[in-house]
């Protein structure tokens, strides 16, 4: 933990502090009457947040790109949740003209969203593009998630005290952006460029929180990250030694996956958090432990280096801040 100096929801999150409560399900807020909707909640910590939200009596909308998938995992939520009020919709990442489908498809139904959670992502895999032609890290982790919030922010808008949380990751911290490389055609590396989408992920949360509150909208923006946890992200999109290094060390040193959702539960359902804030694990370098408020890298709070990133992911997806919130003001 690095020299936080705030309390939230009975967090205390002061170097040193001693006596803090652990955050558990148990002090999970009830969801009812919320909507949410979470990316990538066929599996993993996607899959646990949708499930752990429509157990508090949240209306989850659970999204998946293989609907086969998508379907199983629903199919587990309400075999053990008979009264979740879950449902499931394809949308797939790699397409940005899907993304836009989706959310046209919300916005034609009203209904106010209370929740998004961009947890959905891919992690490491060979140099490839997604349907526009985005390098596939940078165009899943950052670039959907982008337009998809932003052509959400009227459902958003519409819905007391709603909350966007962004996914990231510790790796964030080794991350640069390669503006002049974006497509990694003159050079990639699957850890780096990983690291990039990562790093866009926490400067477009920060980004956003700015622009939400200088345009008085009210919904609130916050990252999360799950520390090293146990998941079959690291195994299903690597590939050779990379992915026999990263079995090794979710067997060895990564907590589960039910311990790590609890940072994006925390940044999605606690109470206090006004936007800006960044939850991951309070053991050594945020790798496992409870939820607590983290230090993200020093270059990610840079306004500058933000609005650059904005700017061009503006271009990108042909959309512009605040796309539309007008609708429903």
């Not at 909640?41 to 752990?52: D, H, M, P, Q, V």
Request: charged fraction near 25%.
């Amino acid at each position: 933990m690095r020299g936080i100096i705030m309390r939230v929801d009975g967090m205390a999150t002061a170097d040193g502090a001693t006596g803090r409560e652990r955050w558990t399900l148990s002090r999970m807020p009830d969801q009812t009457g919320r909507c949410a909707v979470v990316t990538g909640a066929n599996s993993g910590l996607g899959f646990l947040t949708a499930r752990e939200l429509a157990r508090k009596g949240a209306r989850v909308i659970m999204t998946a790109r293989d609907e086969g998938r998508g379907r199983m995992a629903l199919a587990r939520i309400r075999a053990e949740l008979a009264d979740a009020a879950v449902e499931l919709r394809r949308l797939d990442l790699a397409d940005l003209d899907d993304v836009g489908a989706f959310a046209e498809a919300l916005l034609a139904e009203s209904r106010p969203i209370d929740l998004l959670v961009n947890n959905a992502g891919v992690m490491m895999p060979p140099l490839g593009f997604t349907r526009q032609g985005h390098e596939t890290q940078f165009g899943v982790n950052h670039l959907a998630h982008f337009a998809l919030t932003l052509r959400l922010l009227p459902l958003l808008c519409a819905a007391p005290g709603a909350r966007v949380v962004t996914v990231s990751s510790e790796l964030h911290r080794r991350g640069r952006i390669h503006f002049e490389d974006l497509k990694g055609e003159r050079s990639y590396g699957r850890i780096a460029f990983y690291a990039q989408s990562k790093l866009a992920n926490v400067l477009f949360a920060l980004e956003l929180d700015r622009r939400l509150k200088a345009a008085h909208l009210p919904v609130v923006s916050v990252l999360a990250h799950p520390g090293y946890s146990d998941t079959n992200l690291q195994t299903n999109a690597t590939s050779g030694v990379l992915r026999l290094f990263l079995r090794i060390g979710n067997r060895f040193l990564a907590q589960d996956a039910e311990q790590g959702v609890l940072n994006q539960l925390y940044a999605a359902t606690a109470e206090g958090l006004r936007g800006g804030e960044f939850i991951g694990p309070d053991g050594f370098r945020e790798m496992r432990g409870a939820p607590t408020l983290v230090h993200p890298l020093p270059a990610a709070t840079d306004p500058a280096l933000a609005a650059r990133l904005w700017r061009l992911s503006e271009d990108l997806t042909h959309l512009t801040f605040p796309s539309g919130a007008e609708r429903v003001q």
